[in-house]
């Protein structure tokens, strides 16, 4: 039981810390933290989101992209276990690039290996599981 209590503290202690952590950035300085983990980020971005996937060295996004609160980053799908027992090497990740000047709506979803062209907006609520070509927007 104590050990339950201490690992519940330890919880709670790691999540006011990050709590206190990102309290440092807004929309447009989360860039910074989010490049320390890894994704690739150009200039003039605003960004509502506190990470960029599972993977963020896979993200890649260009100038002037911003992104939504609620946007999901799916850079690996690790659904693919159940097809294991038939196909042992069977992987489904990969990048997820968004070039420049795009909008990427709220709550949408990023599968893998898709590229979002550039000046190209993504509805809010979409599932983009294939590339958007540029100019064109994504509902």
Not at 32 to 52: M, P, Y
């Amino acid at each position: 039981m104590a050990s339950v209590l201490i690992n519940a503290f330890k919880a709670l202690v790691s999540r006011i810390r990050y709590a206190f952590e990102m309290r440092k950035y807004d929309s447009y300085t989360i860039a910074e933290l989010l490049r320390k983990r890894g994704s690739q980020i150009g200039e003039g971005c605003s960004i509502h989101v506190n990470r960029l996937g599972t993977e963020p060295y896979l993200v890649k996004l260009g100038n002037h992209v911003a992104i939504a609160q609620g946007v999901r980053f799916i850079t690996h799908d690790g659904g693919v276990w159940v097809f294991r027992h038939e196909f042992p090497d069977m992987q489904v990740f990969g990048p997820i690039i968004i070039e420049d000047n795009c909008v990427i709506g709220e709550n949408a979803v990023l599968f893998p290996n898709v590229r979002i062209g550039r000046n190209s907006i993504v509805g809010a609520g979409s599932v983009v599981i294939t590339d958007v070509p540029p100019d064109t927007i994504a509902i």
